[in-house]
């Protein structure tokens, strides 16, 4: 008896040429694998082969996934039709900020770890606020022009003088630096304060006041986080950190 025996069997067409390998196609298969099919890997190593394919099935794209002599279609629609999510790229979502967050607070600890001996000092706590200071202004600054045509929608500072939408990743960045290097105070903690009450005042009258459904960038002006209470908190955590830094270098 063969070893495939009783195995359901999936037929699968997909562009591997020598400049390409689509990685639709290798998700597919994968999937397919992973869900106990026996796969026919049918890979299309040309153009011309594509081309054909695309107009024999009357198809768009590739990979295509055939089940049973019937066309699944792609990636997305496999996964549907195995009864998995599909995720929308235009749904909003805070797994941007979390995952963020939680990468700067094991960063802090790590920091902490490695200069202390012990993960839980206060340290890590400041750490933590200024790492994640960095990393927002490094994601804005991925793309400083879609970041600001994005703040410009509800930042009320932005809104009365433009050219702070541009500056404020490179004054957030500049903030949590400092507050890293625990130097310049001066100059860190009236900007944090500048930039996070700002920040937290426009977001309240935003979202909390005017009632505005709005995506944030502060991870970016592509992101599809809303606009709310994490981006509340981000400002809330600016301000409770340069205070802090102000009561450490002069209280």
């Known amino acids: 008896m063969s070893a495939n025996a009783g195995l359901k069997g999936a037929t699968l067409y997909r562009m591997v040429m020598p400049g390409h ?14 869900n106990g099919y026996v796969v026919d890997d049918r890979p299309l190593t040309t153009r011309e082969e594509v081309d054909a394919f695309k107009a024999q099935h ?9 089940i049973d002599g019937q066309r699944i279609g792609g990636h997305d629609d496999l996964r549907r039709y195995l009864g998995k999510r599909v995720a929308d790229p235009s749904a909003t979502s805070y797994r941007p900020v979390i995952a963020l967050f939680v990468m700067t607070l094991l960063l802090a600890l790590a920091a902490s770890q490695a200069a202390f001996a012990s993960p839980w000092t206060m340290q890590a706590g400041e750490w933590f606020i200024a790492f994640s200071m960095v990393v927002l202004a490094l994601l804005k600054l991925q793309d400083v022009e ?8 509800y930042d009320l500072l932005a809104q009365r003088w433009v050219p702070y ?12 630096l400092l507050m890293t290097a625990n130097v310049a105070h001066w100059l860190s903690v009236p900007l944090a304060l500048l930039i996070g009450t700002i920040g937290a005042a426009s977001v309240f009258k935003a979202v909390y006041i005017d009632k505005r459904e709005l995506k944030c960038a502060c991870v970016g ?17 600016m301000i409770a950190m340069a205070l802090w830094m102000a009561w450490r270098a002069w209280g």
Do not use: D, I, W
């Not at 002006?221 to 955590?237: A, C, H, I, K, R």
């Open 165 to 176: 939408a541009t500056l404020y990743p490179f004054a957030e960045g500049l903030a949590g």
């Open 146 to 153: 879609k970041f600001s045509t994005m703040f410009l929608n």
């Open 221 to 237: 002006g592509s992101s599809n986080v809303p606009l709310g209470f994490v981006s509340l908190t981000e400002n809330l955590m």
């Open 58 to 66: 009357e198809v768009k794209t590739t990979p295509q996934v055939f």
């Open 21 to 34: 390998t689509c990685p639709y196609g290798l998700k597919a298969k994968h999937l397919l694998e992973r």
